[in-house]
């Protein structure tokens, strides 16, 4: 078993520490969360503040990133610097051998990963969620529950995909943009826009 420390202890952070537990590649040694206030072990896991990471980095082989907030999770990356993150895939999850799944990602109970795609690193594929062959996902993004990626999609840095969204053949997601829950995406987004309805239209605040 490899040692791994989760950083977030958050409703993504259970979700996240159950698949690690059902994969058995990675033994949780600690978790590290600012809600955490000072050192404490119970039993083979510690918990402690985020701020004191530095003197954590001996104790571990990998990390993992579990915060469900795309722009807080790319940050945390930036902060963690240049340390070694576990790659999560749930024992339900069918991903095909030409796919590549980038270090810090997981991929969630009973989704789909078809040949050549490729899934960023510290990007979430939540429950259910299916990304079809040719599919290419940036970095800290996060398909929520049963949406769809459809063939040959870009997807770009930090978007959100909502639960059970559809995104078209060949579409391209711009950075930062946000696709609503059940919306089905037709054109290009624009970065850091957000999209919601059949088809999508851009939300104007
Ligand atoms: C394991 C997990 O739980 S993973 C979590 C997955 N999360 C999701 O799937 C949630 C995705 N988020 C959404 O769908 C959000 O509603 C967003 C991001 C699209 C919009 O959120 P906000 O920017 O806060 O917009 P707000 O709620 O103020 O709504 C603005 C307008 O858009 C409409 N709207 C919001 N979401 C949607 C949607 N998904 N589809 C259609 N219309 C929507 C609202 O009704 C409102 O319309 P109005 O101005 O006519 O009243």
């Avoid at 980095?57 to 907030?69: L, M, Q, R, V």
Wanted: proline fraction near 4%; hydrophobic fraction near 40%.
């Amino acid at each position: 078993m490899k040692n791994v420390i989760i950083v977030g202890a958050g409703g993504h952070s259970k979700v996240a520490q159950e698949c690690i537990q059902q994969q058995g590649e990675y033994k949780i040694v600690g978790i590290l969360d600012n809600k955490f206030t000072a050192y404490e072990k119970i039993g083979e896991q510690f918990y402690a503040p985020f701020t004191d990471f530095e003197q954590f980095k001996n104790e571990t082989d990998y990390w993992f990133i579990a915060i469900g907030d795309n722009k807080v999770r790319a940050k945390v990356a930036e902060q963690l610097g240049d340390v070694a993150y576990a790659t999560i895939i749930h024992p339900t999850a069918i991903v095909s051998q030409t796919a590549t799944i980038e270090p810090g990602s997981i991929i969630m109970p009973v989704t789909v990963i078809q040949p050549d795609a490729i899934v960023g690193r510290h990007t979430i594929i939540n429950t259910g969620a299916i990304i079809e062959h040719d599919v290419i996902i940036s970095e800290s993004a996060h398909i929520s529950p049963r949406a769809t990626i459809t063939g040959g999609v870009k997807i770009g840095t930090c978007v959100h995909v909502g639960a059970a969204a559809v995104v078209n053949p060949q579409v391209q997601l711009g950075d930062y943009s946000i696709i609503g829950a059940g919306a089905v995406v037709t054109a290009n987004t624009e970065p850091h826009q957000t999209y919601v309805g059949i088809p999508a239209r851009k939300l104007e605040k």
